[in-house]
């Protein structure tokens, strides 16, 4: 193991807890309504036509046919990202890949899938899905229409993967039955609240997810997103309350899906226990597996290895989609 020692932080990103003190954090209670909140934003987001607009990227790669794509979210909200395709072979299985809250400038292309058709949305507010006012700086971004919770900037980003589904089986219908998700950080937290109302969606994979134990999420220090909500919290005391609905762990529950979930045993940006709590979540299944990492948003010794190594489970793992 080569757990971080040596940090620029003024807290311990293990928050002192062992992998058997990890494994053993529950999810929390599930709050009121939390199930019909979600199921009326999933009605809302299926009515949505996405119309997607696809257009030569000024990117090239040998093995994948780069496209930039548009559609068109709820509320109406411009959604930009790429479409990468297969340039030998067919189509049989699609994959949605979220982001971190750094939003992103380019896809992947280390995804270890083939026959594959990967939709990379930049999620409402940031990267190519800027829409005023939500800003597109993490700090800020989470805080937009929090006291709000119909309106609040996470729920729409959730809408926005569902709506991302509806655009790659507008494109390719026979994919029903046949697509994925995939997400890191932001992204996690992001995929373990949608993936559980929309059952389209086949297999998940979720690396160290953020918004898991809510209650915990907002006590542990960070230098993650959490950190600006905790100072938020300060002058909001009732926003807890409002925060509930929006559990990434409390979702888990609810997931029946196969799920690969990476969590790491020290991250300075989203706490291990909020992240153990989402993967803990999940329902004893032997289609699930649990990847654990030394750590997370923080180079290590083995940081290099650990990622090879995750990668090439995850390919093996959408392999079944």
Same mark, same amino acid.
């Given at each position: ?23 053993? !954090?529950?999810?929390?209670?599930? %709050?009121?309504? /939390? ?7 999933? @009605? ?7 119309? %997607? ?6 990117? $090239? ?45 380019? %896809? ?9 058709? !990967? ?10 899905? @800027?829409? %005023? ?11 937009? &229409? !929090? ?6 900037? !996470? ?8 709506? @991302?589904?509806? @655009? ?44 898991? &134990? ?31 609905? /929006? ?8 997931? $029946? ?19 153990? $709590?989402?993967? &803990? ?5 032997? /289609? &699930?597996?649990? /990847? ?30």
């Amino acid at each position: 193991m080569s757990i971080p020692t040596e940090y620029p932080f003024d807290f311990d990103p293990t928050y002192g807890m062992t992998l058997a003190d990890l494994q053993a !954090i529950r999810p929390p209670e599930s %709050p009121s309504g /939390f199930d019909a909140f979600w199921q009326k934003r999933y @009605a809302r987001a299926l009515a949505v036509k996405p119309e %997607p607009r696809l257009s030569p990227s000024k990117d $090239t790669h040998p093995d994948w046919q780069i496209r930039d794509i548009v559609y068109t979210s709820t509320d109406d909200v411009r959604i930009g990202g790429w479409l990468l395709t297969p340039r030998k072979g067919e189509v049989k299985r699609g994959l949605v890949v979220g982001h971190g809250y750094g939003g992103r400038d380019q %896809p992947e292309f280390d995804i270890l899938v083939e026959d594959t058709a !990967i939709l990379f949305p930049c999620f409402r507010g940031m990267s190519r899905s @800027a829409h %005023p006012p939500i800003s597109p700086d993490a700090p800020w971004h989470v805080l937009h &229409n !929090i006291d709000d919770p119909d309106h609040y900037v !996470i729920g729409g980003c959730v809408e926005d993967l569902w709506v @991302a589904v509806s @655009a790659l089986l507008s494109l390719y219908p026979a994919l029903d039955g046949h697509i994925g998700y995939s997400g890191i950080s932001f992204g996690g937290g992001i995929g373990a609240l949608g993936i559980p109302f929309d059952k389209r969606i086949a297999r998940g994979h979720l690396t160290v997810p953020t918004f898991g &134990n809510r209650k915990l999420w907002l006590t542990l220090p960070t230098v993650g997103s959490a950190h600006s909500v905790q100072d938020y919290a300060k002058t909001h005391a009732d926003v807890f309350e409002k925060l509930r609905l /929006f559990d990434a762990a409390t979702a888990a529950t609810r997931i $029946t899906v196969p799920m690969l979930a990476a969590v790491a045993l020290f991250d300075p940006a989203v706490a291990p226990p909020c992240q153990f $709590t989402v993967a &803990n979540a999940l329902p004893k299944s032997k /289609f &699930n597996e649990i /990847f654990i990492l030394d750590a997370g948003h923080f180079d290590y010794v083995d940081s290099a290895v650990q990622q090879t190594a995750l990668r090439e489970r995850v390919g093996r793992f959408f392999r079944g989609l």
